[in-house]
C-alpha cells in the first residue's frame, strides 16, 4: 500500500461510513479501497466527533454559503447600477457634437 493517494470529502465519509454500519470488517475496507486500517479509524473518528455538525443550525458552512449568497447578491446589483449608469452616459454622450456613435 505504499502510495499516496488524495482522497475526496465524499470518499473519506463513504469509507467511515461503512466502517461505522459494520457490515464489513475493517480489513475488508482496507482491501476493498487500499486504504490503511489507522486511516480508517481516523476517518470514522473525525464522523463520530463533527457528526453532530451536520444537523446545526448554525453551522459555519451554512453561515459561509449565507454570507457569500448575501455578497452575490450585492454585486448583482452592482452590476446593474453600473449597466444603467453606462446606458444612461451612452445616450447623453450621443448628444454631444462631434461625438461618434460607434459605442
Known amino acids: 500500500m505504499g502510495k499516496h493517494r488524495k482522497w475526496s470529502s465524499e470518499q473519506k465519509f463513504e469509507i467511515a461510513l461503512q466502517a461505522l454500519k459494520g ?21 470514522k473518528k473525525h464522523v463520530l466527533e463533527k457528526g453532530a455538525a451536520i444537523f446545526s443550525k448554525n453551522d459555519q458552512g451554512t453561515e459561509a454559503i449565507h454570507k457569500l449568497e448575501c455578497e452575490q447578491s450585492k454585486l448583482y446589483e452592482k452590476i446593474g447600477q453600473l449597466t444603467v449608469e453606462r446606458d444612461f452616459l451612452k445616450k447623453v454622450w450621443s448628444k454631444f457634437p462631434g461625438s461618434s456613435e460607434e459605442n
Not at 475496507?29 to 481516523?42: G, H, L, M, N
Request: glycine share 0%.
Open 23 to 43: 457490515e464489513v470488517t475493517l480489513n475488508d475496507i482496507c482491501k476493498r479501497y487500499e486504504v490503511a486500517p489507522s486511516q480508517v479509524k481516523e476517518w
